[in-house]
């Protein structure tokens, strides 16, 4: 079902690389909404992943960034501008990278190398796109920013290792930037948490099945997928959210407020 309820919206999206990246559904949904698309991703993401066909499918250009060099970012925002002849309406940041995680370094061993880079990537990537935007006066009046993040922010998952706090300086990036762009220009700042989901980036974290159908058996509506959540960013950059900003909206079917489901009692009862 579509409601055109983007239509004249103008949007850059970062993070689709192939069919299952969240943004990838994004991109597909903000189309049918009437949306104008612009897409990013980083140059080796480029080469390696399908973003070719997806712009072909949603009419879009596509500009390689490295979403942690300012030079890049700040080519990419101004190609955007020209594109849309002016300033554009909603961003979506859905970048995520940890080398700890990919070269299977356990919390309690990290590389600080990585780690940096974890936070380049995964946060302060956030911040340099805002403060981009920001500077060149790239967005118009009651845009709409938006970021992926996960519930480890909050809560301990040992697996999710130094992308935990990542995502917890992500969410608080949100925070301080929702503050200075709305009182700039009313544009908001919103981080959206997911449920586990099946991508190249979800998949990469060890047990990530366990968690999948751990989370799914403690939600009582079960867990988001990936077209739900676009279908969430659809209306987090429509005019029906002005007055949202500086939240993190949990998109999990009701896992971060649920102490214990029915289910897993049963689960645990049958195994004594
Ligand atoms: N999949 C999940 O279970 C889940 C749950 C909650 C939140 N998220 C978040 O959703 C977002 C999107 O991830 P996904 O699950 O769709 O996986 P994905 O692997 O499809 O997307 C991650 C994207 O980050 C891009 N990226 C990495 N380094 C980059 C850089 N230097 N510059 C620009 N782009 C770069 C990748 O190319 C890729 O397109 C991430 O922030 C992730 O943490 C995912």
New binding site residues.
Partial sequence: MTYNLLREKKGLI?????E?????KVALRCHEEGASITL???P??MRM?KIGELAKMVNAEVIP????STDDLQKLVQRTIEINNGPFDFVL?????SPNVRKNKPYTDSNYEFMAKTMD??AL?LHKIIQTCYQLDALNENGSIL????IAAQRVFPNYND?ADA?ALLESITRSWGYHYGVKKKVRVNTI???????????G?AG?DIFFNYADGMSPLGNAT?DECADYCVSMFSDLSKKVTMQNLFHDGGYSFTGVSEKMMQLFNEKE
């Fill in positions: 970062f993070g689709a690389l192939d299952n990246s969240i943004a990838w990013s991703n980083a080796i993401a992943g960034a490295d979403a942690i940041h859905s970048i995520g990278m990537i995964s990537s970021a992926l993040t996960y992308m995502k948490s997911q449920s586990p989901t099946y991508t190249t980036a979800g998949s974290v990530f990936a």
